[in-house]
């Protein structure tokens, strides 16, 4: 079992930032998986928004977001970071981090084994 724990969400103006941090209990377990980024907001499926391999050497990201977000990880402290630029308020929801044991990346909510709790973003305009 993992525990993620995300930190890091708040209320925000439009063209401002934010950084959400994602804390993993098991630091075994966090080097061996790949974590991406997820939100949803009331009504609609969650949805992918970035994710990082386990050496954090590859990272893929949904359109909306290129060039506005970058997703990092410090193996040392079993930790994923997803650093919001130019926030606009379509990004207002919960934001997930989630966890898979794998050597490869995805992009759907599926294919993950572990999630933590959300934090929400709220980007006022």
């Known amino acids: 079992q993992v525990q993620l724990g995300e930190s890091g969400g708040g209320l925000v103006q439009a063209g401002g930032s934010l950084r959400l941090s994602c804390q993993s209990a098991s630091r075994l377990t966090f080097t061996m998986s790949a974590m991406g980024w997820f939100r949803q907001v009331p009504g609609k499926e969650r949805e992918f928004v970035a994710a990082i391999s386990r050496s954090g050497s590859n990272t893929y990201y949904t359109d909306s977001v290129k060039g506005r977000f970058i997703i990092s990880r410090d193996n040392l402290k079993n930790t994923v970071y997803l650093q919001m630029n130019s926030l606009e308020p379509e990004d207002t929801a919960v934001y997930y981090c989630?966890?898979?044991?794998?050597?490869?990346?995805?992009?759907?909510?599926?294919?993950?084994?572990?999630w933590g709790q959300g934090t929400q973003v709220t980007v006022s305009s």
């Open positions: 989630a966890a898979v044991y794998t050597s490869s990346m995805f992009a759907t909510p599926l294919d993950y084994e572990y």
